[in-house]
């Protein structure tokens, strides 16, 4: 059983660093295929993605793209693009004026400061219209191999569930989160507490009883700790042509892996 809430209180910075690298071990075990959920083949088919999983998922995005990017496959092709014509191919994606005008806008960008290619550091790319931290952390990491932190409203949700920052602005959050973990570690520990935080680890609701990290969170106990009724709750956001492993690799939901070292 998880420990009582005030012995995480009284945790010392080294036992809660110990008891952070536990949780993404066994988070990397349960999700051995975490991955950028969004469909990408360049920079910048990633970025405008991105841009685009705004208010909407990621399963909505992948559907939208290849339309996309087939009408207008450079940031040039972006930047020059009708605005009538785009605004009906990302009408499935919500606010789709509003995202229009971001993906013009930054095809121009791109194009008038970048030669029309995806910049490779971060203080470049949050220059960029409608391109923040996390959008960055996102292109740096999954197209650039460049080691950063992706604090959506996931990541920051299961950081403060697992009582390793009481930070709510999404900076501090990465800062004192980047802080717990090794540089190589820190893209695949953005998939897997985002693929936790989709699947498992509820806002409303959490799977607490089929939670593979349980015995380390002091959030234990905010959702269902019944095994069985736990699995009930578990989601997979999953494209109509995508099938999930049966059974899924890592141990299963509710199993007790043995305890990492």
Known sequence: ???????YAAESPVARTRRARKIYRALVDRYPYAHAELDFETPLQLLVATVLSAQTTDVTVNKVTPILFSRWPTAQALAAADRVSMEE???PTGFFR????????LGQALVERFDGEVPRRL???VTLPGVGRKTANVVLGNAFDVPGITVDTHFGRLARRFGWTEETDPVKVEHEIGALFPRKDWVMLSHVLIFHGRRTCHA???????CPVARWCPSYGEGETDPVKALTLLKYELAPSAVL??????????ERAEEPA
Request: proline share 24%.
């Open 204 to 210: 409303r609701k959490p799977a607490c009883g089929a």
């Open 1 to 7: 059983m998880p420990a009582s809430p005030a012995a």
């Open 89 to 91: 191919v990302l009408k």
């Open 245 to 254: 492993p049966d059974p899924p690799p890592g141990p299963l939901p509710g």
């Open 123 to 125: 203080k470049d790319l």
């Open 98 to 105: 509003a995202k229009t005008n971001s993906v013009i806008t």
